[in-house]
């Protein structure tokens, strides 16, 4: 299973709004609407911030929204503030009970 | 509240093995399936496998089958993860996580254990 494909990195003013895209196959982004997008800070474990393609978990700010269009998957962050520098990764659940990881992105607020 | 504890970092030598526990606590044990990840350093993350509290059962990544195990001992509400024939590019941090109900993501994860192979 090869990792999910997405870009190295991103960068944006505050404010400003980024996505973060997330490819993957037939076989796994696109047979499932099972994505979902965590944020690392250096040094810390993940937290999730989409789950299901596009559905925030209690507590996650409205400013992080998540799509999928094929076998791609996006993550946007709006109104992009300072504490979002940080990386990010998706995550597909790929059938047969496996799960694989995007290659991670970094987000640099400028 | 929900709680996920790792045991401490551990410092192998290539061809040796190691087994990281993963206590939990503030919810049912064996009502959420508990997943490994790992990362090295630098890089991103990678799933390992899973495994169900309840029944025992488990599924790895193919890259893993072989030479990781995972157990679990409901009496002390503990997963477990064991890597043998370790290498130096084992040297990662190492993540269980948990997996919300019956939904495909992790929504508690443990603060990781350092596995370092070096000779």
């Known amino acids: 299973q090869s990792a999910l494909t997405q870009p190295a990195s991103v960068s944006g003013s505050p404010g400003q709004s980024i996505t973060i895209s997330c490819t993957g196959t037939?076989?796994?982004?696109?047979?499932?609407?099972?994505v979902s997008w965590y944020q690392q800070h250096p040094g810390k474990a993940p937290k999730v911030m989409i789950f299901?393609?596009?559905t925030r978990p209690s507590g996650v700010s409205n400013r992080f929204s998540g799509s999928k269009s094929g076998n791609t998957a996006s993550l946007t962050i709006s109104g992009l503030q300072a504490e979002d520098e940080a990386d990010y990764y998706c995550?597909?659940?790929?059938?047969?009970?496996?799960?694989?990881f995007g290659t991670g992105t970094k987000v640099t607020v400028l | 509240q929900v709680q996920v504890m790792q045991s401490g970092a551990e410092v192998k030598k290539p061809g040796a093995s190691v087994k990281v526990s993963c206590k939990a606590s503030g919810y049912t044990f064996t009502g959420y399936y508990m997943h490994w990840v790992r990362q090295a350093p630098g890089q991103g993350l990678e799933w390992m496998g899973r495994?169900?509290?309840?029944?025992?059962?488990?599924n790895y990544a193919q890259k893993f089958q072989g030479r990781v195990t995972m157990t679990r001992d409901t009496s002390i509400s503990t997963a477990y993860m064991e890597m043998s024939r370790l290498r130096s590019d084992d040297t990662a941090i190492y993540y269980c996580a948990r997996a919300y109900g019956d939904y495909h993501f992790f929504d508690y994860w443990g603060q990781g254990t350092l596995v370092t192979v070096s000779s």
């Open positions: 037939s076989s796994d982004v696109g047979s499932y609407n099972r």
């Open positions: 995550c597909s659940y790929a059938g047969s009970s496996s799960y694989v």
């Open positions: 495994i169900n509290p309840n029944s025992g059962d488990t």
């Open positions: 299901d393609g596009s």
